[in-house]
């Protein structure tokens, strides 16, 4: 516990001070603190003391039935390093004996790496284990309460009751794709919350990832057999794009054509079969064959053929 605040502290000191909040200097040398926590003389700027979380309770009472709802305090139960206030807030002393005059700030006031180190004095590991380090979010100093609000109680601790909300403060170009014609289910009008069967997080770990932008699987492929999975069985008569990346004809966040197709029908089996036998031709008359659901009128099975005449595609 002494060493897990030690480090939570001396992030603050040292961020602290460097962001300009006030550190008065409470106590000098070895001391102990209000919950026998020892203030080694060796921190800059002297030592603060850990009143404990009761004492931030008696002022901020409004706190106190949202916390007791908190993961972080019920981790107390189980966990020898119980989550107290001050284990983000860092010691508190100072300013409980001035009543709250002396700013204590919160990791949200801290710039980015001291902020998510904060955070990280605990969660490292599964963190690590998430490519944190590296991230495309990590690098860009989008940090833990960027997404997290700890004392919000929303599902992960968000700050957004949904998900995609959370995503779309930054990502406003996401929330157009939910409102395009054909759409995955991240939002459904039916029901009273609006929210869906799917979030941002069925396909993307917002923490880091092996693959590129983020995916929560190695490829787009294997990412889209998770609850696609009748696409990945072999097939006699493979449509090789279709094995390569779904994304040459699907647009995964949302497109007005129908069954998520980047591009209308036509122009999207033209983009690749420009010549052939009827296929339309610049500078000719349109082929008749590119009418109505166009060459899926007869190519119907565009994903592979398990027919033994299935050679084009065509059952
Ligand atoms: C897991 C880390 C963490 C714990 C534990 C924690 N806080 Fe916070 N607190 C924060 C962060 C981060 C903010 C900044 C606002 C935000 O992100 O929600 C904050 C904001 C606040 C604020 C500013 C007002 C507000 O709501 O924005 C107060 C007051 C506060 N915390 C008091 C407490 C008290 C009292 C406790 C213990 C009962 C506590 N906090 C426990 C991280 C924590
Ligand atoms: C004696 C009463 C008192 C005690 C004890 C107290 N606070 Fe406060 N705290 C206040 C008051 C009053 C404010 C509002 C100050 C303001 O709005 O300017 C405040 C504001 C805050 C804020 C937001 C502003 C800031 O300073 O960043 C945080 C965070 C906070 N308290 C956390 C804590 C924590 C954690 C503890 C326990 C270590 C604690 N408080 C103990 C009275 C107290
Ligand atoms: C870009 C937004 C974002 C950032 C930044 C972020 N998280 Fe998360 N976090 C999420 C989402 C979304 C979930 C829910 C994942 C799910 O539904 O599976 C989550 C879940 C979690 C969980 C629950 C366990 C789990 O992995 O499902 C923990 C713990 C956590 N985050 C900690 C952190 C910490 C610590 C940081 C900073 C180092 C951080 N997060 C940064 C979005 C974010
Ligand atoms: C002193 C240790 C400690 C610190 C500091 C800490 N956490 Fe936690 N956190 C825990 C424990 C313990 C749990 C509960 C067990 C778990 O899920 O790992 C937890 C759970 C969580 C969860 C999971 C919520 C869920 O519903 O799945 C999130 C999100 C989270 N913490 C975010 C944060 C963020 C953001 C910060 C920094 C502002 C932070 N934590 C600081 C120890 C800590
Ligand atoms: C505080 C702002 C912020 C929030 C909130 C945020 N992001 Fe990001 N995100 C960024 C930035 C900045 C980048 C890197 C620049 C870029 O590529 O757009 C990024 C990159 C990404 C990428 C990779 C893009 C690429 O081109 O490689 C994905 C995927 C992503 N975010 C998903 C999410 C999801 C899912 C959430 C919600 C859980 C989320 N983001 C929340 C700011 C944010
Ligand atoms: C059905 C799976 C799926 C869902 C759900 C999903 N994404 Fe994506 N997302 C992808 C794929 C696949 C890519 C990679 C696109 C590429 O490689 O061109 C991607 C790329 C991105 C990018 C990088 C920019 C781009 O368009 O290439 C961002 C940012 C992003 N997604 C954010 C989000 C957010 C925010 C949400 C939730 C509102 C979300 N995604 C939901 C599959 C998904
Ligand atoms: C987490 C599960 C999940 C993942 C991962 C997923 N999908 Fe979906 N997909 C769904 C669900 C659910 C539907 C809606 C089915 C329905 O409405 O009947 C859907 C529908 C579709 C549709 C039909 C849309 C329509 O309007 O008819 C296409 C095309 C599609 N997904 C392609 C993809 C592609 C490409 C990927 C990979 C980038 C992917 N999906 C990843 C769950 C998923
Ligand atoms: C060569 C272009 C192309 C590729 C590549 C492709 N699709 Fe499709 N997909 C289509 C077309 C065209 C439709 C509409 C079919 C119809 O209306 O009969 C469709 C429809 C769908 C549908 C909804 C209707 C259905 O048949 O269930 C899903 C789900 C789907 N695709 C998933 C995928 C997945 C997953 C991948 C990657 C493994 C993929 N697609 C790759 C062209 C493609
Ligand atoms: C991203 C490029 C691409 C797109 C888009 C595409 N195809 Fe293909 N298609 C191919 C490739 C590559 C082959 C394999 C060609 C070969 O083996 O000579 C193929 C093979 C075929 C075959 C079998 C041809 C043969 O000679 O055996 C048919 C039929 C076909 N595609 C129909 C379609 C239809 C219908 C669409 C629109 C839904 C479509 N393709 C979209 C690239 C594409
Ligand atoms: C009226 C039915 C029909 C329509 C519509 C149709 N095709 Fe075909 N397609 C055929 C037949 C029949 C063959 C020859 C099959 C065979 O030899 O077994 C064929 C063969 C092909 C082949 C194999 C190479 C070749 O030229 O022989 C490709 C590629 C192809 N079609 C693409 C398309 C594309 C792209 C479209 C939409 C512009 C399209 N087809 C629309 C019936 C159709």
């Known amino acids: ?45 002297g030592g ?41 807030h860092g010691p508190g002393s100072a300013h409980a004996e001035e009543g709250g005059d002396v700013r204590l700030g919160s990791p949200a006031d801290l710039v980015a790496r001291a902020s998510d180190a904060v955070c990280l004095t605990c969660h490292d590991g599964e963190l690590n284990r ?21 004392h919000s109680n929303f599902e992960h601790m968000l700050n957004n009751p949904d998900q995609s909300e959370t995503c779309f403060k930054c990502h406003t170009d996401q929330r157009t794709f939910t409102f395009k014609r ?52 072999p097939v006699l008569w493979e449509h090789s794009p279709v094995k390569e990346n779904c994304l040459n004809c699907h647009s995964p966040h949302g497109s007005n054509y129908p069954n998520l197709l980047v591009t209308q029908r036509t122009r999207l089996c033209q983009e690749c079969h420009e010549a052939g036998r009827h296929q339309s031709l610049a500078g000719e008359n349109i082929s008749f064959m590119v009418l109505n659901r166009s060459c899926n009128n007869c190519h119907a099975q565009v994903h592979g053929s398990n027919h033994p005449a299935g050679l084009k595609l065509k059952r």
């Open 130 to 150: 998430s490519y944190w380090r590296g991230s495309d979010h990590e690098q860009l100093e989008v940090t833990c309460v960027s997404c997290h609000s700890v």
């Open 182 to 233: 054909s759409f995955h289910p991240l939002t459904d009008s039916t029901r009273k919350d609006g929210l869906g069967k799917m979030t941002c997080s069925s396909c993307h770990n917002a923490h880091g990832s092996q693959s590129e932008k983020l995916l929560a699987a190695n490829t787009v492929n294997e990412l889209c057999y998770e609850c696609h999975a009748e696409m990945q069985a």
């Open 48 to 88: 603060l003391e850990y009143v404990g979380t009761d004492e931030c309770l008696d002022c901020h009472e409004d706190l106190e039935q949202s916390f007791s709802r908190n993961l972080h305090s019920k981790a107390s139960y189980w966990n020898a390093n119980a989550v107290g206030c001050e284990d983000c």
């Open 1 to 45: 516990m002494s060493r897990l605040n030690g480090r939570v502290r001396d992030a603050f000191l040292v961020v602290g001070i460097a962001v300009g909040l006030t550190f008065p200097v409470a106590v000098q040398g070895d001391e102990v603190g209000g919950e026998g926590v020892v203030i080694p003389s060796s921190v800059p700027g």
